[in-house]
């Protein structure tokens, strides 16, 4: 038989939670939702992953593989300083060129996805999503880097690439150590992804429990003015709202628990031309004494949040 042609890109729609090896839980779990929940109402902006193939493509491109394993062999027998280690690795990356194929997969993902969306030069977010193949309990989170509001192709190429090197931030390596995970066995996806405009109203998360309590008879949103990144990183104080499960599905219901206030002092927009990306800005005082959600924002939410609880 002849070889197959490698992949190194694949459009969200054709992903599903088996593919966490090959894209990482994150991206794993987009393709799940974009292909299984659309139906059910819960909207997911389209885009597409790179795969943990494209990553070592990438590696073997540009000979970094013995690079790292050096700089990590002097980390383990204490010649080096993780921070030093770290770095090295990341500036190595920084500096690598991409493989002529894998940068057109991914430039030509891009262009159709801007058709799709009929925009030229689309604002998406590129997003990290580690894999290791025979780790699938592993749990990355957190840990690498997400680019928003980048647009062009000389610009998305540059994320991806920041995206790779963060793989090698000091938090990650640390992990990997302290949980005995092989660096050379963790490979890194890259989601891209059409952005929402947040920033010109709320964004935030959600979960299908209690995550203080482990109550899982409740959804629980945190929301905030702006993109959801300040949400995430804890930067700010959200509102919070609590809405009871088991009667979202009766008609004339509206079983919100509890709406609590948050401070929100301030917010992630996008920057204007010649800036970074983004930029955070104080919130005015009708934002600071203004909920994010109105009841019938959050009730649909709450009702996302158990489609795909149910889902999964």
């Not at 590129?126 to 989170?141: K, N």
């Not at 800036?275 to 959050?298: C, F, H, M, N, W």
Request: glycine share 8%.
């Amino acid at each position: 038989m002849p070889p197959t042609t490698p992949e190194f890109v694949v459009p969200f729609e054709a992903l599903g939670r088996g593919d966490v090896a090959r894209v990482g839980g994150k991206n794993a779990s987009l393709g799940e939702m974009v292909g299984q929940l659309g139906a059910r109402g819960v909207r997911v902006p389209p885009g597409f992953a790179t795969t943990a193939e494209a990553y070592w493509r990438f590696l073997d491109h540009n000979a970094l593989r013995p690079v790292i394993a050096e700089a990590l062999s002097d980390l383990a027998g204490g010649r080096a300083a993780l921070q030093d280690v770290g770095a090295r690795i990341r500036q190595a990356i920084l500096a690598a060129a991409w493989p002529e194929e894998t940068a057109d997969a991914i430039l030509r993902a891009y262009s159709v996805l801007c058709a799709r969306i009929g925009r030229i030069d689309a604002d998406v977010a590129v997003r990290s999503s580690a894999t290791a193949e025979d780790l699938p309990d592993a749990s990355f989170a957190g840990q690498q880097e997400s680019f928003l509001n980048i647009r062009g192709e000389d610009a998305l190429l540059t994320a991806c690439r920041r995206c790779y090197a963060s793989l090698f931030t000091d938090r990650a390596i640390s992990y990997r150590v302290a949980k005995g995970f092989d660096h050379m066995k963790v490979a890194l996806s890259i989601g891209v992804q059409q952005m929402v405009r947040s920033d010109r109203a709320g964004a935030g998360v959600m979960f299908s429990i209690d995550t203080e309590t482990g109550f899982d008879k409740v959804v629980l949103i945190n929301a905030a003015w702006g993109l959801g990144e300040t949400v995430v990183q804890g930067a700010v104080d959200p509102d919070e709202y609590q809405v009871f499960k088991s009667l979202l599905s009766e008609p004339g219901v509206q079983p919100i628990l509890e709406k609590r206030l948050g401070a929100k002092a301030q917010k992630m927009i996008y920057a204007g031309p010649g800036e970074a990306p983004t930029r955070t800005t104080p919130t005015s005082r009708k934002e600071q004494s203004s909920y994010v959600l109105d009841d019938g924002e959050i009730l649909s939410l709450a009702r996302w949040a158990c489609e795909i609880e149910a889902h999964y």
